[in-house]
């Protein structure tokens, strides 16, 4: 699984159901970071800057230590200032080498805004590494990853996703799930088929056809827009898991709505993967998170 993960918090809810995500996601001798990125003052030359400083400073480590102590885990502790919670957070990510960012969906907050138009871009687009996102309330009740969904079509960024999914269904004794949207012409979302066209239940049986030749996968198959139907598909897993930066319709989900409607109404974490994303299978590793002075 993943041996460095950067969460974010502030405080607010967000940070507690991002925390009950990453500890189910950090390699058992993996690091668990708590982040905290308040609002940088611009004039280091005016006259409350010091003050302000100060002030921000500690209420950090209060912010960070309170996280900290209400999940009951072992977490580094990091502070920073940026012009923004994204870009702090993408910052420390690429400082410490993380492997992966986790974010909460609150809309209340710094963080939670990062998921909010524009932002949503740069949260997923931008980073350094992986990123998963856990939806609202997921501390209250965090389920056990036991089934992993990947959305699947073939590109190169959807095989890596798959790959992913499969280490970490090693890691977690999870099986692994793998959903194919696809869509036809226009006119097949709402008026009538010609003759000699397939219909949509055979388009879902081809999909799920393929997905099926993966041979360990839980094949699935849907007809529609990618965001609408990988959305729906998240009430029936755990961990949905896409790539990245590619050019299929996977691919594309890192740019524009899709990725905001998933950030925004997947009912289960999600994971983004970068090109780069790698994790480390290491079975039967128990979590052992040291904790190190804030600094």
């Known amino acids: 699984m993943f041996r460095k993960v950067l969460v974010g918090v502030d405080g607010h809810i967000g940070g507690r159901d991002a925390v009950a995500l990453a500890t189910q996601l950090t390699t058992g001798d993996g690091t668990l970071v708590l982040a905290h990125v308040y609002p940088m003052r611009g004039d280091p030359l005016h006259r409350d800057y010091i003050e302000y400083e100060t002030a921000q400073y500690v209420h950090a480590l209060d912010v960070l230590e309170a996280a900290r102590d209400e999940a009951g885990v072992n977490a580094e502790l990091r502070r920073s200032a940026s012009t923004s919670p994204g870009r702090g957070l993408h910052e420390l990510a690429e400082m410490l080498r993380c492997d992966l960012l986790v974010l909460g969906s609150c809309r209340r907050g710094l963080l939670g805004r990062i998921m909010v138009g524009d932002d949503t871009r740069a949260a997923l ?36 996703a798959l790959e992913v999914a499969r280490a970490l269904a090693g890691e977690l ?61 998240g009430d029936a897993v755990d961990l949905l898991v896409v790539g ?47 904790a190190v002075a804030a600094s």
């Not at 226009?186 to 056809?209: K, M, N, R, T, V």
């Not at 994790?279 to 128990?286: D, I, N, Q, R, Y």
């Open 173 to 233: 004794d999870a099986c692994v799930a793998g959903l194919e949207v696809v869509s036809g012409p226009p006119y097949l979302f709402g008026g009538p088929a010609a003759a000699d066209e397939a219909s949509i239940e055979d388009l879902i049986s081809d999909a799920q056809a393929r997905v099926a030749l993966l041979g360990d996968v839980e094949p699935h198959g849907a007809y529609g827009r990618a965001a609408k139907e990988l959305t729906a598909w």
């Open 244 to 290: 990245s930066r590619g050019y299929g319709r996977v691919g594309r989900l890192v740019h524009g709505s899709t990725s905001r409607a998933l950030a925004n109404t997947a009912h289960c974490p999600l994971l983004v993967l970068t090109r780069s994303t790698a994790v480390t299978s290491t079975p039967g590793a128990t979590r052992d998170h040291r």
């Open 125 to 160: 687009d931008g980073a350094p590494c992986a990123v998963a996102i856990a939806p609202a309330g997921y501390a209250d009740e965090p389920a056990t990853i036991r089934k992993i969904g990947v959305g699947y079509d073939g590109s190169p960024e959807s095989e890596r």
